[in-house]
Protein backbone atom coordinates (compact mmCIF):
# COMPACT_ATOMS: atom_id res chain seq x y z
CA UNK A 1 0.00 0.00 0.00
CA UNK A 2 1.34 3.57 -0.97
CA UNK A 3 1.97 5.90 2.02
CA UNK A 4 -0.45 8.67 2.23
CA UNK A 5 -0.48 11.69 4.07
CA UNK A 6 -3.39 13.77 4.93
CA UNK A 7 -3.01 16.96 7.21
CA UNK A 8 -6.48 18.92 7.93
CA UNK A 9 -7.04 22.11 9.22
CA UNK A 10 -10.67 24.13 10.28
CA UNK A 11 -11.81 27.08 11.26
CA UNK A 12 -14.75 28.56 12.68
CA UNK A 13 -16.62 31.69 13.67
CA UNK A 14 -18.70 31.39 16.66
CA UNK A 15 -20.11 28.08 17.91
CA UNK A 16 -22.12 27.34 14.59
CA UNK A 17 -21.02 29.60 12.40
CA UNK A 18 -19.39 30.41 9.10
CA UNK A 19 -16.14 28.65 8.54
CA UNK A 20 -12.93 27.19 6.20
CA UNK A 21 -10.98 24.13 6.42
CA UNK A 22 -8.36 23.44 4.36
CA UNK A 23 -6.51 19.73 3.55
CA UNK A 24 -3.04 18.89 2.30
CA UNK A 25 -2.75 15.48 0.56
CA UNK A 26 0.91 14.16 -0.24
CA UNK A 27 0.54 10.86 -2.55
CA UNK A 28 2.25 9.49 -4.95
CA UNK A 29 -0.30 9.47 -7.66
CA UNK A 30 -2.78 12.28 -7.66
CA UNK A 31 -3.17 14.93 -9.76
CA UNK A 32 -1.01 18.11 -8.12
CA UNK A 33 -2.23 21.60 -7.16
CA UNK A 34 0.75 22.53 -6.00
CA UNK A 35 4.16 22.65 -7.62
CA UNK A 36 5.48 19.47 -5.86
CA UNK A 37 4.36 16.89 -8.09
CA UNK A 38 2.76 15.14 -4.73
CA UNK A 39 0.52 17.58 -2.84
CA UNK A 40 -2.86 18.67 -3.45
CA UNK A 41 -4.58 21.24 -1.32
CA UNK A 42 -8.03 23.01 -1.04
CA UNK A 43 -9.55 25.05 0.67
CA UNK A 44 -13.55 24.50 1.80
CA UNK A 45 -16.05 26.56 2.33
CA UNK A 46 -18.36 25.75 5.52
CA UNK A 47 -21.95 26.62 7.61
CA UNK A 48 -21.81 24.74 10.70
CA UNK A 49 -19.92 23.46 13.66
CA UNK A 50 -16.74 22.55 13.60
CA UNK A 51 -17.39 19.33 14.10
CA UNK A 52 -18.82 19.25 10.64
CA UNK A 53 -16.02 21.73 9.35
CA UNK A 54 -13.71 19.03 10.15
CA UNK A 55 -16.11 16.11 8.98
CA UNK A 56 -16.40 18.34 5.51
CA UNK A 57 -12.15 18.43 5.28
CA UNK A 58 -11.97 14.95 6.12
CA UNK A 59 -14.21 13.58 3.51
CA UNK A 60 -12.94 15.84 0.76
CA UNK A 61 -9.37 14.90 1.14
CA UNK A 62 -10.43 11.02 1.34
CA UNK A 63 -12.70 11.61 -1.80
CA UNK A 64 -9.10 12.16 -3.26
CA UNK A 65 -7.80 8.63 -3.08
CA UNK A 66 -8.52 6.29 -5.74
CA UNK A 67 -7.11 3.00 -3.74
CA UNK A 68 -6.41 1.68 -0.37
CA UNK A 69 -3.85 3.26 1.26
CA UNK A 70 -1.52 4.03 4.43
CA UNK A 71 -2.73 7.03 5.49
CA UNK A 72 -1.35 9.52 8.11
CA UNK A 73 -3.79 11.87 8.96
CA UNK A 74 -2.89 14.85 10.95
CA UNK A 75 -5.65 16.89 12.79
CA UNK A 76 -5.39 19.68 15.00
CA UNK A 77 -8.43 19.03 17.49
CA UNK A 78 -8.20 16.31 20.13
CA UNK A 79 -11.87 15.48 20.46
CA UNK A 80 -11.86 14.96 16.50
CA UNK A 81 -9.29 12.50 17.01
CA UNK A 82 -10.65 10.69 19.58
CA UNK A 83 -13.89 10.48 17.92
CA UNK A 84 -12.24 9.51 14.56
CA UNK A 85 -10.26 6.75 16.28
CA UNK A 86 -12.44 5.48 19.32
CA UNK A 87 -15.92 6.31 18.61
CA UNK A 88 -16.03 6.06 14.77
CA UNK A 89 -15.54 2.10 14.63
CA UNK A 90 -17.98 1.63 17.92
CA UNK A 91 -20.52 3.81 16.04
CA UNK A 92 -20.11 1.90 12.40
CA UNK A 93 -20.75 -1.36 14.49
CA UNK A 94 -24.02 -0.47 16.81
CA UNK A 95 -26.07 1.20 14.36
CA UNK A 96 -24.90 4.83 14.51
CA UNK A 97 -25.89 5.20 18.16
CA UNK A 98 -23.79 6.59 21.09
CA UNK A 99 -23.14 4.72 24.55
CA UNK A 100 -26.32 6.57 25.92
CA UNK A 101 -28.52 4.90 22.46
CA UNK A 102 -28.86 8.04 21.28
CA UNK A 103 -28.36 8.90 17.16
CA UNK A 104 -24.73 10.05 16.60
CA UNK A 105 -25.00 13.88 15.84
CA UNK A 106 -23.86 14.66 12.21
CA UNK A 107 -24.67 11.00 11.18
CA UNK A 108 -24.73 11.40 7.51
CA UNK A 109 -21.27 12.82 7.43
CA UNK A 110 -20.02 10.39 9.75
CA UNK A 111 -21.08 7.78 7.45
CA UNK A 112 -19.74 9.54 4.35
CA UNK A 113 -16.00 9.72 6.38
CA UNK A 114 -16.76 6.08 7.83
CA UNK A 115 -17.29 4.73 4.12
CA UNK A 116 -14.65 6.26 2.45
CA UNK A 117 -11.89 5.78 5.55
CA UNK A 118 -12.55 2.02 6.35
CA UNK A 119 -10.93 1.14 3.41
CA UNK A 120 -7.78 1.98 4.31
CA UNK A 121 -4.74 1.32 6.89
CA UNK A 122 -5.14 4.89 9.08
CA UNK A 123 -3.34 6.21 11.98
CA UNK A 124 -4.30 9.91 13.38
CA UNK A 125 -1.78 12.49 15.14
CA UNK A 126 -2.78 15.02 16.31
CA UNK A 127 -0.11 18.23 15.51
CA UNK A 128 0.34 22.05 15.21
CA UNK A 129 3.95 21.91 14.53
CA UNK A 130 3.57 19.91 11.18
CA UNK A 131 5.09 21.98 8.14
CA UNK A 132 1.60 22.93 6.44
CA UNK A 133 0.02 23.81 10.24
CA UNK A 134 0.83 27.69 9.42
CA UNK A 135 -0.07 28.11 5.94
CA UNK A 136 -3.14 26.37 6.54
CA UNK A 137 -3.80 28.09 9.95
CA UNK A 138 -3.35 31.30 7.99
CA UNK A 139 -5.19 30.52 4.68
CA UNK A 140 -8.31 28.69 6.63
CA UNK A 141 -8.70 32.21 9.19
CA UNK A 142 -8.39 34.18 5.99
CA UNK A 143 -10.79 32.41 4.24
CA UNK A 144 -13.57 32.39 7.37
CA UNK A 145 -12.67 36.12 8.11
CA UNK A 146 -13.88 37.38 4.28
CA UNK A 147 -16.46 35.21 4.86
CA UNK A 148 -17.83 36.56 7.83
CA UNK A 149 -17.59 40.17 6.99
CA UNK A 150 -19.45 39.97 3.85
CA UNK A 151 -22.20 38.64 5.79
Known amino acids: MEKVNIYL ?17 EAPDIEPTEKRSNV ?4 IDVEGTKSQCQL ?6 LERLRRPSNLHIFVDDHLFLREVIEFLPKWST ?3 KTTMGTEVRNIELWQQVWELLHCHVYELEYSKDHKYYK ?7 RRANERTDKN
Open 135 to 141: WQQFEAE
Open 94 to 96: NGW
Open 9 to 25: YSSIRGRKGTGAGVYVL
Open 56 to 61: YVMKSA
Open 40 to 43: STKI
